[in-house]
């Protein structure tokens, strides 16, 4: 199985807001991080993905499977970690292990225990006097311990401090070191992903622009600069959105070799970043994406 994740045809429409003909692959073993602006469809389509939501239209397979035949299976093989407190405020790890072990096939206390040694948590602690970083921790030693194939992560390093990202993007890395596990990862700070991800599907208006390898994208995507002068309509037409000053045009491109075939050393061309291709895409006509 190469896929962990089938999104084929999927649609879903609220009163404000749709999902249009979504089709996505999450490939098995890998990072993918997912990133989008607010009210983009990265939390409508990772509630999908859960079975929280029921798309519309469309069909949605994990691991192979469908939720309508093999909706146990799939959750028992399924974890989500949540960007704020889930649980019962008052209560203790223990008390929430307690609760939860039960609802999982393959609940490993060995593998809970290990995990609150590593992560440095309480267990006899009530979880509302956890940091923000711990109640990251405690949920990811949730979904560890059931020994979750997919980990679905929303938001996980939003307000955290700077070492405190570090060390979890550290964690991350080192659970998915065997290859065993894949994880999709929807997040704002887009220089996390560039760190550790493997792929990266972008989403807009509720379509997906691209889901492509982060290696393919930076090869793809570049910022240019150069002389106004050698504008036309013409040469414009190969630029996602261009920004113009009084002396030097800056743009987004998705053709990075063919604009040096156009333009060869007249303009400068740098890699473009995942935040500068989100920013030059935003507005920008779904065609030239």
């Not at 414009?236 to 333009?263: P, Y």
Request: net charge negative; aromatic share 10%.
């Amino acid at each position: 199985m190469e896929h962990i994740v089938e999104l084929k045809g999927v649609s879903k429409h609220f009163k404000d807001f749709s999902l249009e003909n979504i089709n996505l692959n999450i490939k098995k073993g890998c990072v993918t991080g997912f990133i989008g602006a607010n009210g983009a469809g990265k939390s409508t389509t990772m509630k999908l993905m859960m079975n929280l939501l029921q798309p519309d239209e469309g069909e949605i397979k994990v691991f192979g499977l469908d939720y309508a035949s093999c909706g146990r299976e799939i959750k028992d093989r399924l974890g989500f970690v949540y960007d704020s407190n889930v649980f019962y405020e008052g209560l203790h790890l223990k008390d929430i292990r307690r609760i939860i072990a039960p609802a999982y096939k393959n609940w490993s206390d060995k593998q809970f225990y290990n995990y609150i040694q590593k992560f440095e948590l309480p267990l006899n602690k009530a979880v509302k006097t956890f940091s923000k970083g711990m109640q990251m921790k405690a949920s990811l030693a949730m979904a560890l311990s059931h020994e979750a194939e997919f980990i679905l992560m929303d938001e996980p390093t939003a307000g955290l401090d700077p070492v405190f990202r570090r060390e979890l993007l550290d964690i991350l890395q080192d659970i998915m070191a065997d290859g065993s596990r894949t994880l999709f990862f929807s997040t704002h700070i887009t220089s996390d992903l560039e760190r550790i991800a493997d792929y990266i599907t972008f989403i807009q208006k509720g379509n997906i622009l691209f889901n492509d390898s982060l290696e393919g994208i930076q090869k793809q995507y570049a910022l240019i600069k150069g002389d106004p002068a050698l504008l036309d309509p013409d040469t414009e037409k190969n630029f996602i959105k261009i920004e113009h000053s009084s002396d030097m045009f800056q743009a987004l491109t998705n053709d990075a070799g063919k604009i040096k075939e156009l333009f060869g050393n007249q303009v400068m061309i740098e890699e473009a970043t995942l935040e500068d291709i989100m920013f030059y895409v935003k507005g920008a006509n779904h065609q030239y994406v």
